[in-house]
């Protein structure tokens, strides 16, 4: 990945770590383990950049590409829930 990629100058410009304090109170500890809210937001600005509108097709979208994944801070064998696949 070039250095001049947009993912890579999102990451190291980007923080969106407030976003844990801004949303703590709107995750629940029981039930389906929740999208991480950075993760979440971050899977929404690549959406926006392709003009996928779909969370299924997002969601989509970023398992395919390293780029998305690099942005997202994920490895390869986990999904956006952090869960081994």
Do not use: W
């Not at 990451?11 to 969106?16: A, F, I, M, N, V």
């Not at 801004?22 to 971050?42: H, Q």
């Not at 398992?63 to 952090?82: D, I, P, Q």
């Amino acid at each position: 990945m070039s250095k001049e990629n947009l993912y890579r100058r999102l990451r190291k410009t980007l923080d969106l770590s407030f976003l844990y304090k801004d949303t703590e109170e709107l995750y629940g500890n029981t039930g389906n383990p929740s999208i991480d809210p950075v993760v979440f937001f971050k899977l929404l600005i690549t959406g926006y950049f392709k003009n996928i509108t779909s969370g299924r097709k997002l969601v989509e979208d970023y398992s395919m590409r390293k780029k998305v994944f690099y942005f997202l801070a994920m490895t390869l064998t986990r999904n956006c829930h952090g869960i081994q696949r």
